[in-house]
């Protein structure tokens, strides 16, 4: 797959994030009018060359509830402990679900008797 160089993000749409104005998205969830978009990207954007395999899935703001309920703790905190702990809180659960656990590496120390 060759992609011609742009600033826009691959198969973009146009949506309102979290309720709020609307903004250029690169979102996986179904597309309205999709074949019109993927017809658009493909012409576009990409020349396939030859497709392997495919992968399916479902996408759900599973986390959506708890990012929003640290930011409104967060708005309602009164000093900057407070502010930077629910900021934390939403990078940490973010950050650990982005982790790869491939990379882990188990370590030991083996001190000997000298």
Not at 34 to 53: E, F, H, K, P
Not at 60 to 84: G, Q, V
Request: net charge positive; proline share 3%; aromatic share 10%.
């Amino acid at each position: 797959m060759s992609m011609m160089r742009t600033p826009i993000p691959f198969c973009s749409t146009r949506e309102k994030s979290f309720g709020k104005r609307e903004k250029l998205l690169a979102i996986l969830y179904d597309k309205k009018r999709s074949s019109y978009i993927i017809a658009i990207c493909i012409n576009v954007l990409v020349t396939v060359s030859a497709l392997q395999r495919s992968i399916v899935y479902a996408q759900s703001p599973w986390l959506r509830e708890y990012i929003e309920l640290n930011t409104n703790f967060r708005t309602l905190a009164k000093n900057e402990f407070e502010k930077n702990l629910f900021k934390l809180m939403n990078n940490a659960v973010f950050s650990k679900t982005m982790e790869n656990m491939r990379n882990h590496v188990n370590v030991q120390l083996v001190m000997g008797d000298t």
